[in-house]
Nanobody, 127 residues
């Protein structure tokens, strides 16, 4: 069973940066589109960014566009989400999720095709 593990969350001041990582110990993520989602207290989970299995396609939500960069290093079996100029409204639990490339050949924020989810990592932006 593919298990996703997020890391890199923490507490930062507004304007700061964090790099979130998503890994799958013992499994290769080469065949999976990876999405980053977040859920703030009292709000529904929302898509933040997504990258196709070969890295050719990326997508960002309007709320993070220009402040986030998603990349993948298939040699390290890890997907990264670099977030800069963080704002208090970025505070949330961030989850990575995997969808097989046969189901999601490019990118999507539709959660239905994502079969595997991590436990989440907390990001808190506060002064």
């Amino acid at each position: 069973q593919l298990r996703l593990v997020e890391s890199g969350g923490g507490s930062v001041q507004p304007g700061g940066s964090l790099r979130l990582s998503c890994a799958a110990p013992g499994y290769t993520l080469d065949f999976y589109t990876i999405g980053w989602f977040r859920q703030a207290p009292g709000k529904e989970r929302e898509g933040v960014s997504c990258i196709s299995s070969n890295g050719d396609h990326t997508m960002y939500s309007d709320s993070v566009k220009g402040r986030a960069t998603i990349t993948r290093d298939n040699a390290k079996n890890t997907i990264y989400l670099q977030m800069d100029s963080l704002k208090p409204e970025d505070t949330a639990v961030y989850y990575c999720a995997a969808a097989h490339k046969l189901n999601v050949p490019t990118t999507t924020f539709n959660e239905r095709p994502y079969d595997y989810w991590g436990q989440g990592t907390q990001v808190t932006v506060s002064s």
